[in-house]
């Protein structure tokens, strides 16, 4: 059952007419399956900075949370580490775990309560993993449909 009714609305006028349309995630939904992709990678990157929309949408989380005020617009660290650096030793489980419930001892907030971080943690984290595989070499990337 929808949630509210301009959600209603949207989904009853694309199927009169045809249409499809993207509807985010549910809040109470888990977060999607991480692809791996031939080499074993959650992430598909060309050139450096063309990543696939999976990875696209995990930089676009990141952008969103403003994760960059404490772990720098590279992920190099600032107030909080070096993210580079940290998913060398940190396994996915361990991200996941931090993410949602924190470091309050540290400073870092806890995500658990915001439906963006947590719908698209798996994809937050491929984006962040190839940053710190250095398969991502510049933190700002395009999508590769772009080309």
């Given amino acids: 059952m929808f949630r509210n ?19 985010a995630q549910d809040a ?3 977060a999607a399956a991480a692809p791996v992709n031939a080499d074993g990678k ?7 900075f063309k990543v696939d929309d999976y990875t696209m949408t995990g930089f676009r989380t990141w ?9 720098g617009a ?3 660290g600032m107030v909080g580490p070096s993210l ?6 940190l396994s996915k489980d361990e991200f996941i775990t931090t993410l949602t419930n924190g470091r309050p001892e540290k400073g870092m907030p806890q995500w658990k309560e915001n ?6 943690i798996n994809q937050l984290y491929a984006y962040l993993k190839g940053r710190s595989d250095g398969a991502i070499t510049k933190s ?3 999508p590769l449909s772009a080309e």
């Fill in 74 to 76: 590279n992920q190099e």
């Fill in 84 to 89: 580079v650096e940290s998913l060398k030793v």
């Fill in 115 to 120: 439906p963006t971080v947590m719908n698209n």
């Fill in 63 to 71: 952008r969103q949370a403003a994760c960059d005020r404490c772990h």
């Fill in 28 to 30: 109470a939904a888990p």
């Fill in 42 to 48: 959650p992430y598909k990157v060309v050139d450096g």
């Fill in 140 to 142: 700002k990337v395009v």
């Fill in 5 to 23: 009714s301009l959600l209603s609305s949207l989904v009853i006028a694309c199927a009169l007419t045809g249409s499809a349309v993207a509807i």
